[in-house]
Nanobody, 121 residues
Framework: QVQLVESGGGLVQPGGSLRLSCAAS????????MSWYRQAPGNQREFVAR???????EYADSVKGRFTISRDNAKSTMYLQMNILGPEDTAVYYC???????????????WGQGTQVTVSS
């Protein structure tokens, strides 16, 4: 059973930083692209950042220059370093990955359960 588990969320003051992690576990052969999305109350889920295996990150305009996405393929883990956080960054953050499992010849989409990030003084 492939799972994505996020961690690192919490309460932070405006201007502060947080680092989110997303770890994949279970029976898989390869993790392709990995992404972060977020959903604020009353809003649709929106794209935050994406990283291909060994590639550079792509970012939403709203986080460009403040957030950095990275991954450690040896640990099957993706990270999101978030700096200069503001109240507008308050949301549940979800990780997403295209994963080739031991049972699939094509990559399948997987979502994590989400981690809450609250930016407030």
């Amino acid at each position: 059973q492939v799972q994505l588990v996020e961690s690192g969320g919490g309460l932070v003051q405006p201007g502060g930083s947080l680092r989110l992690s997303c770890a994949a576990s279970g029976g898989f052969r390869k993790i392709n692209g990995m992404s972060w999305y977020r959903q604020a109350p009353g809003n649709q889920r929106e794209f935050v950042a994406r990283i291909l295996s060994g590639g550079d990150g792509e970012y939403a305009d709203s986080v460009k220059g403040r957030f950095t996405i990275s991954r450690d393929n040896a640990k099957s883990t993706m990270y999101l370093q978030m700096n200069i956080l503001g109240p507008e960054d308050t949301a549940v953050y979800y990780c997403y990955a295209d994963i080739q499992t031991v049972f699939s010849t094509l990559p399948l989409p997987y979502w994590g359960q989400g981690t809450q990030v609250t930016v407030s003084s």
